[in-house]
């Protein structure tokens, strides 16, 4: 039987008595509206931990001024069955009121690995998501937290965040999982018209191309960021936000490609903005 939990107080009292009887916790944080991707972090998490909890909260922190906090897909009645089908245990389901009752007095401001990729134009966006995610550690307290490598930067900025202020915690990173086509899944793919819908798998088809370029041999990283910028011209009616390449997870300029590398870009449709990555190891 899941549980949904809505205050800090009840998850905290149940995570303490969970630790104490010797279980071990695995945590997917999440903002709802589950698809394929969320589910596969959560099996993941079933399968390494003897009890899963998930939680479910649209952070208002890490939304710019401009961005889809008040459109941002919402259904907690289905999220809720999907997560028990999947052996969820818990769900922290806490309000914004219940997260934040008063100003913060204290707030993380990311210092690295945020000055590239989204956070270049997302200001703030990695300080809010460090913020509540240290909430929420504190709050759960898990053995082991899922990220899914859609989300690179994201991962990257948590392993600092773990890192800087000695979290007990083991990072487990998913790979993205993906449409038949190809596209990324993502809660904003509902978002898309038709016909975006149709040219978006080719997102993922310029990374590919990428690789490839790679895998023949090229080693500048401006000229393969070059042939995905033309790629992606010549299929896609989106605005190209970033084509990006640097090493992961420290997020550090290249100029020559070499060991973990991540090969990133974010295009802007009418009302989706859509992010995708390959990260792969160069010899
Ligand atoms: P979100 O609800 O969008 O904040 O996502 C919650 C978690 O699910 C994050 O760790 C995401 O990286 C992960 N996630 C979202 N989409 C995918 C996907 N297509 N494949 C793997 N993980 C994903």
């Given at each position: ?240 936000e970033y ?22 870009l974010a295009v ?5 903005r859509?992010i ?8």
């Amino acid at each position: 039987m899941i549980t949904v939990i809505e205050t800090v107080k009840e998850m905290q009292n149940i995570s303490s008595k969970l630790i104490k009887s010797g279980e071990t916790i695995g945590y997917v944080p999440t903002m709802g509206y589950l698809h394929e991707g969320h589910l596969t972090l959560i099996k993941k998490a079933r399968k390494e931990n003897s009890k899963v909890i998930i939680s479910i909260f649209v952070n208002p922190l890490q939304f710019g001024p401009n961005e889809d906090y008040e459109t941002y897909p919402r259904n907690f009645a289905r999220d809720k069955k999907l997560a028990s089908e999947a052996g969820v245990d818990y769900i922290f389901y806490p309000s914004v009121q219940e997260m934040y009752p008063t100003e913060m007095t204290t707030n993380l401001t990311v210092t690295k690995r945020t000055d590239v990729l989204c956070g270049k134009n997302r200001i703030g966006h990695f300080d809010g998501v460090a913020t509540v995610l240290l909430k929420l550690f504190s709050i759960i307290r898990p053995n082991r937290v899922y990220f899914g490598l859609k989300d690179a930067q994201q991962v990257a900025v948590v392993d600092g965040l773990i890192q800087d202020f000695n979290l007990p915690i083991e990072l487990c990173p998913v790979e993205t999982v993906r449409e038949e086509d190809g596209l990324a899944k993502s809660s904003r793919n509902v978002y898309l018209t038709m016909a975006e819908r149709e040219e978006a798998p080719h997102l993922y088809k310029s990374l590919q191309e990428g690789v490839r370029l790679i895998e023949s041999g090229k080693r500048n990283p401006e000229v393969v960021i070059a042939a995905i910028n033309k790629y992606l011209k010549s299929n896609i009616s989106g605005e190209v936000e970033y084509v990006e390449i640097h090493s992961f997870p420290s997020l550090l300029p290249l100029r020559q490609l070499e060991g973990k590398i991540i090969i990133a870009l974010a295009v802007k449709y009418s009302k989706a903005r859509l992010i995708d990555n390959i990260i792969l190891n160069v010899t």
